[in-house]
């Protein structure tokens, strides 16, 4: 699983992105994210090695002048394989 951010601009250190590698906020951290992206603090792409994200978006409600966030998901298919030997 990936998110892929197509746009990113939040109010920096106020409205907050924490990304989680599982199915909720106990699973490890991936990044916690705000400000705008394109000043390395934002990654393009974020993968989940347990194909599953959770995503907590926090804000203080105050309008900001931030364009907020949008992002695309895509599955990812595995190409480990396997073999079993004979005898």
């Given at each position: 699983?990936?998110?892929?951010?197509?746009?990113?601009?939040t109010q920096s250190g106020?409205?907050?992105?924490?990304?989680?590698?599982?199915?909720?906020?106990?699973?490890?951290?991936?990044?916690?994210?705000?400000?705008?992206?394109?000043?390395?603090?934002?990654?393009?792409?974020?993968?989940?090695?347990?194909?599953?994200?959770?995503?907590q978006f926090e804000s203080?409600?105050?309008?900001?002048?931030?364009?907020?966030?949008?992002?695309?998901?895509?599955?990812?298919?595995?190409?480990?394989?396997?073999?079993?030997?004979?005898?």
């Open positions: 699983l990936s998110l892929t951010f197509t746009d990113f601009q106020v409205d907050v992105m924490t990304i989680y590698d599982g199915t909720d906020t106990l699973s490890p951290l991936l990044g916690v994210y705000f400000g705008e992206a394109g000043f390395g603090n934002i990654p393009s792409v974020i993968t989940s090695t347990r194909g599953c994200l959770t995503i203080d409600s105050v309008g900001t002048p931030g364009r907020g966030w949008a992002s695309e998901i895509s599955c990812i298919t595995s190409t480990t394989t396997s073999t079993t030997p004979t005898s």
